[in-house]
Nanobody
Framework: QVQLVESGGGLVQAGGSLRLSCAAS????????MGWFRQGSGKERDFVAA????????YYADSVKGRFTISRDNAKNTVSLQMNSLKPEDTGVYYC???????????????????WGQGTQVTVSS
């Protein structure tokens, strides 16, 4: 498994922006697809975005498409989530996750990711 540490969460007004970062260590980061998930209060954890191991292809939930951008820097072992035009419904704990198998993926299924960070809180006020 890989150790993941998220940062960059906080409180922002609707329409604002935040950039989340996730630092990875413990296995060869560049071989694994990465994803971001979020969990609102009283809700299930949902898929937000994912990126292939090379970074050439990205995937987004419909609710964030056009507003969020996932990227990765394999030289620095980091994956980021740029969030623009934030809405109150984007509020939640955001988790970084690593895909379970190298050289493949990602998917939007939580069960396909085997390493998770501790999460970072994002609160969007109206």
């Amino acid at each position: 498994q890989v150790q993941l540490v998220e940062s960059g969460g906080g409180l922002v007004q609707a329409g604002g922006s935040l950039r989340l970062s996730c630092a990875a260590s413990g296995r060869t980061f560049s071989r694994f697809a990465m994803g971001w998930f979020r969990q609102g209060s009283g809700k299930e954890r949902d898929f937000v975005a994912a990126i292939t191991w090379r970074g050439g292809t990205t995937y987004y939930a419909d609710s964030v498409k056009g507003r969020f951008t996932i990227s990765r820097d394999n030289a620095k072992n980091t994956v980021s989530l740029q969030m623009n035009s934030l809405k109150p419904e984007d509020t939640g704990v955001y988790y970084c996750a690593a895909y379970r198998s190298p050289w493949t993926g990602p998917s939007a299924q939580q069960t396909d990711f085997d390493s998770w960070g501790q999460g970072t809180q994002v609160t969007v006020s109206s």
